[in-house]
């Protein structure tokens, strides 16, 4: 079974104590109309960002691609557990899963700009200034 995130630009791994679980995408094989529907969505939300990409029957998308509300239980630490993080499980109806994936690994990844980006932006903002005179 595969170990890591499918979608593009995310590689995570199951880690129950960072809060990432891993969410195989349903109804693999299930011919009924509403099956393949929901099964669609889920994939055409990895090939938003990887066109050429297929599933398979264990193809897995990480919990961090989904609201909070979309779990019925959220992944937390219970006085019962004796501190054991419980794996969050996605809503379901009678159906199966009804929720769908909905957040890109660019809306999860709050990357700070490093000390050179900084420096690349300063340089080319001054080079900008003195190209067209405005200094």
Known sequence: MPTRCVVGGCSNVRNLQEGIALHT?????????ESKKRRKRWVDFVKLKRSKWEPSKTSVICSKHFKAD?????????????????????????????????IHASTIVDKQPSDRDRRMVRYFHNFSVHALGLL
């Open 25 to 33: 995408i349903p109804f693999y094989g299930d011919d009924r109309p």
């Open 70 to 102: 979309d779990f019925v239980r959220r992944l937390d630490v219970s006085s019962e557990d004796q501190g054991t993080p419980m794996t969050p499980w996605l809503k379901r109806d009678d159906y199966g899963i009804n929720v769908f994936p909905s």
